[in-house]
């Protein structure tokens, strides 16, 4: 036997050693096999990003047909009639949307129209009064921040603190004092929601050329000249385009609203009284719906809940995406 | 000085419009303070080591905290990130990577809608893909649906990130025969990386708080658990249900839990702050 080629351990087992030129061969092949195993991974590595790609889509395909086929049994017993059926009496088994519908568009759109002349306040002084220095980067950050705050601290925030202060007003106003309701929250509402146009805001107005603004001082105009008849003219649509974006986020905001709004499923009469919007009432009855046609009904709630937000921020995206091309 | 009445009356308008505006401007910031004000003088008297190490005692008890909820809004939002962030950042690279296309474009429109999603319609929808056909109410569930929100804002500031970075160093790096897969994860994403991260603080600070998908999820539990695949308390589901019940120990405990949410939310924000200053990214 030759020494050099073959060792042999205890138990009669023998192996080869290789030689010298067998290592190098299969060093060399290790190292002309690398560029291939780099290929692989690189393929590897697309065809991840693709796969990842492509879920982004079939996840919003999903939660989309998960709505449809969840709310299809509602659909079939209750139709179109459903929307604007008049009472919701889960115990009779009579369910109609209206209440809520009305509770949601009431709540958003006093929101809009409180939170309106802030965020625009914000986004002028932001981006044309005071562009730079310490204070605007205090006010921006301060609104930013506003953002931020859980929604459920809202809630409870208004909870303890709005309702008292509503009820005071209600009292002197003469009408039947809850606190909770409509109004407070679309008060609630209309602070979380001011960030959002207002931030818009502020880029659009940013973008206005200069040379814009310049032409009309030099035709000795005043700086309220200016912004009323240079800038918002100018920036309307993407001004707009905010306002949509927040309505967006007043229409979907769960928390803040079933904290204060009372919680009941009856039309509200008055901006004044105790209603419930979309989001809510799922929040509320989704756990506790223990029929089959009063679960899906709750489900088709949240499918027009999801189709409205979603086309008002597409309409809202799309014309921002215009707006700074 | 002109002393005609028409020029005078126009420069009071503008002076009394721009007095508006500072106010009105201003005045938005009071509510933020009174918020983060009130749940302060509420909030700390509560907070000691009994609070933060025991769990919630049943009502007319004295004493009791939330760990339960700490601990599980901490392994519901880790879990969420561990899901949220390697899909996102990929996604992220694939839509800086393909600015046309047709993938490319349906992907960033889902992207886009996935954003505007109402957070209670995730709920929904998890409620139906995790909890009916596993059974059971999870904390792994509430993650996944808490990982779908974190996944735009993690998507968008990736890819608005890596445009940023100048094509020379990928065209450096392709030179040099590395390939495509290290040219990304080696130079491109590095040099990102401040970008990206200020991405994933914002989605954890925006989901922290989120409540609205965990009610039909996660669903709480008054005791203390750390198993992923049995409902779990999680700090905004505790404020919700204790801030809504008519005690006053409870109200105490959602208060002391209120401050100790917003202190991680305003911090992670604030964190996220300086890092986007440094890198400037936009958002």
């Given amino acids: 036997m030759d020494k050099t080629k073959t060792m042999s351990a205890p138990g009669n087992i023998s192996f080869r050693v290789p030689s010298y030129q067998e290592i190098m061969e299969k060093l060399r092949i290790k190292k002309a096999s690398r560029p291939y195993k780099q290929i692989k991974w690189e393929v590897f590595f697309k065809r991840s990003l693709v796969a990842i790609a492509i879920l982004m889509v079939l996840l919003v395909i999903g939660i ?27 115990v009779t088994n009579e369910y109609g949307a209206y209440p809520f519908l009305l509770g949601t568009l009431l709540t958003s759109f006093l929101a809009l129209i409180i939170s309106i002349p802030f965020s625009f ?21 301060a609104v930013e921040l506003i953002a931020a705050v859980p929604s459920v601290i809202y809630g409870f925030w208004a909870l303890v603190v709005l309702v008292p202060l509503v009820r005071a007003i209600e009292i002197k106003l003469g009408v039947v004092p809850y606190g909770i309701g409509i109004f407070t929250a679309s008060v609630v509402l209309a602070i979380m929601i001011i960030p959002y146009a207002a931030s818009i805001g502020r880029e659009m107005i940013k973008i206005v050329p200069q040379s814009l603004k310049e032409g009309a001082y030099s035709l000795g105009a005043t700086r309220y000249e200016v912004i009323k008849s240079v800038i918002l003219p100018y920036t309307k649509s993407g001004l707009f385009a905010g306002i949509l974006l927040s309505l967006g986020r007043a229409l979907g905001e769960t928390m803040a609203v079933t904290m204060v709004i009372g919680n009941t499923s009856i039309i509200p009469t008055s901006i004044f009284a105790p209603g419930n919007t979309m989001a809510s009432v799922i929040a509320n009855e989704f756990t506790e719906a223990d029929r089959s046609v009063y679960l899906s009904a709750l489900i088709e709630l949240g499918l027009v809940l999801f189709l409205v937000t979603v086309v008002i921020n597409m309409i809202g995206k799309r014309i921002i995406k215009r707006f700074t091309r | 000085m002109i002393k005609n009445p028409r020029i005078q009356y126009r420069k009071t308008k503008s002076t009394g419009f721009q007095f508006l505006i500072y106010l009105l401007a201003f005045i938005i910031t009071l509510p933020l303070i009174a918020i983060i004000v009130y749940i302060f003088r509420e909030g700390v008297s509560n907070i000691n080591w009994n609070f933060l190490t025991n769990v919630p005692k049943p009502v007319g008890e004295i004493g009791g905290g939330i760990a339960n909820a700490l601990l599980g809004s901490v392994l519901i939002v880790l879990t969420a990130s561990v899901i949220a962030i390697p899909i996102g950042i990929m996604c992220g690279i694939y839509l800086s990577e393909n600015t046309t296309g047709r993938l490319s474009y349906w992907s960033r429109l889902a992207v886009d809608i996935l954003q505007g999603i109402p957070s209670i319609v995730i709920g929904i929808v998890i409620y139906f893909w995790l909890v009916k056909p596993i059974g059971t109410f999870s904390a792994v569930s509430g993650s996944v649906a808490l990982s779908i929100m974190m996944l735009p804002i993690i998507i968008r500031s990736t890819e608005e990130t890596l445009k940023l970075i100048p094509f020379s160093l990928k065209e450096a790096g392709l030179a040099l025969g590395l390939p495509y897969h290290r040219v990304i994860l080696k130079v491109i994403v590095p040099c990102g990386v401040s970008g990206i991260l200020s991405g994933v603080m914002l989605s954890v600070a925006r989901i922290a708080g989120e409540t609205a998908p965990l009610l039909f999820t996660a669903f709480g539990n008054p005791y203390l658990s750390a198993n992923l695949g049995k409902p779990m308390q999680s700090l905004p589901l505790l404020i919700f249900n204790y801030a809504t019940s008519p005690y006053e120990d409870w109200h105490n405990l959602a208060w002391g839990a209120s401050l100790i949410l917003l202190i991680w939310v305003l911090l992670l924000n604030i964190l996220t702050k300086l890092t986007t200053k440094k890198w400037n990214v936009q958002l």
């Avoid at chain 1, 709310?71 to 009472?87: E, F, M, N, Q, R």
């Avoid at chain 1, 914000?122 to 204070?135: A, P, R, S």
């Fill in chain 1, 64 to 90: 989309f047909f998960t709505l449809v086929v969840q709310s299809v049994p509602s659909i079939k017993a209750l139709g179109i009639k459903y929307l604007w059926g008049k009472t919701w009496n889960p």
């Fill in chain 1, 121 to 141: 306040a914000v986004g002028i002084y932001l981006g044309e009064y005071n562009t730079k220095g310490w204070l605007s980067n205090l006010l921006k950050n």
